[in-house]
């Protein structure tokens, strides 16, 4: 009987007080600003050479992985696809690229933010037709009517001159905004 009442009393000061505050949800694994540095370029696209009206492909460009990888689909219009994987490393604060398109071979890109531009560079075996190595840089640029420039130069001298290689305008795809 005493148990019983005791067990009572417990139950109506339990209920009496206020439940423990809820412990605030974990931060988001990579929410950093390094790791949202280039959250521009995701969207649905279709990608323009800069300056014409005519696309040349459709570009899905995707956050994956509780936001720690972002990927892209290329779809050109006329030629083979390929798509990327991106991430942070926040132990050098770089970007990392992986491309890998319809032909064999990838390609390794690393680089960051500067300014407002993402800039990533990497050694691509035959860019310039066979046994024609060159260095390239990806200057990803957001502009302010919501589009992104992807501008693209080579060096086959080990970055000592360049040459524009393609420039590319990323539009967003506008059936999907509606």
């Not at 007080?17 to 694994?29: E, M």
């Not at 950093?32 to 899905?60: I, L, M």
Request: with cysteine; glycine share 14%; aromatic share 12%.
């Amino acid at each position: 009987m005493i148990a019983t009442f005791v067990a009572l009393g417990l139950l109506q000061a339990a209920s009496t007080q206020s439940p423990a505050p809820a412990a605030p949800p974990p931060a988001a694994p990579c929410g950093s600003e390094g790791q949202r540095a280039f959250d521009f370029w995701v969207g649905e696209w279709v990608v323009y050479p800069n300056g014409s009206d005519k696309p040349v492909a459709r570009s899905t460009i995707e956050r994956l992985y509780s936001g720690c990888a972002i990927r892209e689909n290329w779809n050109p219009f006329q030629g083979g696809s390929g798509g990327s994987l991106n991430s942070f490393d926040p132990a050098t604060g770089r970007w990392h690229q992986t491309w890998v398109g319809s032909a064999s071979g990838r390609v390794e890109f690393e680089g960051g933010k500067a300014g407002a531009q993402m800039v990533l560079t990497g050694y691509w075996a035959g860019v310039g037709g066979p046994e024609k190595d060159g260095l390239v840089r990806m200057i990803y640029t957001p502009n302010d009517d919501g589009s992104v420039r992807q501008f693209g130069e080579v060096s086959y001298d080990h970055g000592l001159k360049w040459e524009a290689s393609f420039d590319f305008i990323y539009r967003p795809h506008k059936e999907l905004l509606k």
